[in-house]
């Protein structure tokens, strides 16, 4: 025996309770990758300060000033890490039908051969921590367990913001829990001699993964969204599939609780593609008076339907993981006091005092800024000083707005589907039934945004806006959602909303405030559930009528704007519905189908 084989076996023998499967598991990948120790973490808070200053001293975080921001941290990555990898992310389904249209799909027996040829020794030099966590209160009636295996410290302390980490999860495991493995490396492994870089990883990525033996594989990338596999890896791509597996849903949702005047509570959750506003609608606090919202969760659900006919959901996450550029006190007061301390931010500025700063959170920009990259800013070379899709990192818990019972299933009566749409899109419309909402939600279009690598702003489909996150095939996940609903009480299941923010004006201005002033659209939604509100039927559903979301300083000429059905454009766009069908092939439900023949013949007969 090496003394490095000597070593993991201390720790794994250090490791009580540990249910052999588990220690024979991590055995064998420490075996594969060869790390210098292997820390089993239970995320204490010894744990954790040890680590952040391990982590400051390494030279990869940057502890803030603790006198204006508290227990935070800066993290800068490479610039060619800074986002999700579409492109490298692949569904190794063992058919490709499975994989479907819509996804990366490689034969999972070749990809394991190629995944061990990258993880052969690629740990060397560093630690691997072994990070026990569950989606959901641990032991929770939705909840899920899983162990992710990583040699980021960065994505340890993250994992132990966004999760429920520790022993209770071992327990869980040993009492005879289902787990998800994932394994994690940023693929730098450091030979004697090497310098450590403050943000370690590969040019080559690999985010994988196996759908039937819920297995993730992620190499190359310490940014969030590939690096923190209990996020989009687990509780969307392969929770979608155990979902489908077991009649229930993971999907890339915020899950809010919207109160009225009169104290009746409304649960409400809202499909948005990455980056259009999930997290600031999460944390909405309404200027309606009397009107309240309590934030459950900015960016997953697993939705669930119960005995009672009703679809319940909870949100799986512990933190959130939101976008900073753009969230100001205007945008977004209840995220600014969130962040206040005890955040990890990564690829934001920092101020000459040792704080923190992003485009859009002042109108003007503090002197002496140092830019993501760890330049002097120069705020006339034209490139910002936050990337854009700079984030936070930050426990639920911290958001003055989250309810009390976050993590708890909550009844749904409402579900949104929304986009970043400058044209054609309404601000809201309401869907005549469930199968008219699936046929929303799997027509949701959107302009791309930071959030994944490659251009901005290109309108693409992106069905449910689980596009970059669907486990299985798309046609699939659509027939699945119409056989949830079949197992709906028709009086309670959730009513279903298009909604667009974004709409533009001739001049490209926003049409719509947005932010605080959402909450019309929601009070409007409120009222439809209740019985109370009325709608002007067209074309495409049902709209408000103007004086019942009527804004401040947004007149007449606009509001009528926003709720406009234009005829040439919804001509071109159920064209374009018509080719996204065409596209995914064989499995398209006849439902869907017959939604879109219906929309053609609904658009002809209103505009001629
Ligand atoms: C996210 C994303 O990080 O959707 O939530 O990219
Ligand atoms: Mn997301």
Redesign the pocket.
């Known amino acids: 025996m090496t003394m490095l084989d000597q070593r993991h076996e201390e720790k794994l023998s250090a490791a009580a309770g540990v249910p052999d499967a588990l220690a024979e598991w991590v055995a064998a990948i420490a075996a594969h990758t060869r790390p210098d120790r292997v820390v089993w973490w239970t995320g204490t808070p010894a744990e954790v300060s040890t680590l952040q200053d391990e982590l400051v001293a390494e030279g990869k975080l940057i502890r803030l000033n603790p006198e204006l921001r508290p227990e935070s941290f800066l993290a800068r990555s490479t610039p060619d890490d800074v986002?999700?990898v579409e492109s490298r992310t692949f569904i190794c389904s063992e058919s490709p039908a499975d994989a479907g249209p819509t996804n990366n799909w490689r034969e999972p027996a070749g990809m394991r051969a190629e995944l061990s040829a990258r993880f052969a020794g690629c740990m060397r030099g560093r630690t691997l921590y072994v990070v026990p966590f569950s989606m959901g209160p641990v032991g929770g009636p939705l909840s899920r367990v899983g162990v992710q295996l990583t040699d980021s410290g960065y994505a340890v302390l993250s994992m132990e913001i966004m999760t429920r980490t520790g022993a209770a999860v071992i327990a869980e495991i040993a009492g005879g829990a289902d787990w998800v493995r994932a394994i994690h490396s940023v693929g730098a492994p450091l030979l004697p001699g090497d310098e450590d870089v403050a943000w370690p990883c590969n040019p080559d990525k690999y985010i994988v993964q196996f759908p039937e033996t819920r297995e993730i594989w992620s190499f190359g990338s310490g940014y969030?969204?590939n690096a923190l596999l209990a996020?989009?890896c687990f509780a969307l791509r392969i929770a979608s599939v155990q979902g489908r597996d077991e009649g229930w849903l993971a999907e890339?949702m915020l899950l809010m609780r919207l109160i009225s005047p009169e104290g009746r509570a409304f649960h409400i959750a809202g499909a948005f593609?990455?980056?259009c506003g999930?997290t600031n609608l999460a944390m909405l606090r309404p200027d309606l008076p009397g009107w309240r919202v309590e934030t459950l969760g900015d960016?997953i659900a697993w939705l669930r339907p119960g005995a009672d006919g009703r679809l319940w959901a909870i949100n799986p996450e512990a933190g959130f993981?939101?976008?900073a550029p753009g969230t100001s006190a205007k945008t977004n007061r209840a995220a600014i006091e969130m962040l206040a301390s005890h955040t990890i931010f990564t690829n934001v500025a920092l101020t000459a005092e040792g704080d923190v700063w992003w485009e859009g959170l002042t109108d003007t920009p503090p002197a002496g800024l140092t830019d993501w990259r760890g330049n002097a800013w120069d705020a006339d070379a034209g490139t910002p000083a936050a990337h854009p899709n700079a984030?936070f990192t930050v426990a639920a818990e911290r958001c003055p707005t989250a309810a009390e019972d976050i993590g708890e299933a909550v009844p749904v009566d409402a579900i949104l589907f929304g986009g970043r749409r400058a044209d054609t899109v309404p601000l809201v419309t309401e869907a005549r039934g469930w199968e008219h909402g699936v046929y929303l939600g799997a027509t949701i279009a959107s302009e791309t945004t930071a959030?994944?690598e490659g251009a901005t702003g290109v309108v693409r489909r992106d069905p449910f806006a689980m596009l970059?996150?669907c486990g299985y095939h798309v046609a699939d996940h659509w027939a699945h959602w119409l056989s949830i609903g079949r197992g709906l009480d028709a009086e309670l299941a959730p009513r279903m909303y298009r909604v667009n923010w974004f709409r533009r004006d001739t001049e490209r201005g926003f049409l719509w405030p947005g932010f605080t002033e959402n909450a019309r659209v929601l009070a409007w939604i409120a009222g439809r559930i209740a019985g109370e509100a009325e709608a002007n039927e067209t074309a495409i559903g049902a709209v408000p009528l103007a004086s019942d979301i009527a804004a401040e300083g947004v007149s007449a000429e606009r509001l009528s704007q926003l709720l406009t059905v234009d005829p040439v454009e919804w001509r071109y766009e159920v064209e374009r519905e018509a080719e996204f069908f065409g596209g995914v092939g064989g499995r398209l439900p006849v439902e869907l189908s017959a939604q879109l023949a219906e929309a053609r013949i609904r658009i002809a007969r209103a505009f001629g």
């Open positions: 986002a999700r969030g969204g996020k989009k890339h593609p990455s980056a999930k960016d993981f939101g976008v984030r959030a994944a970059p996150f």
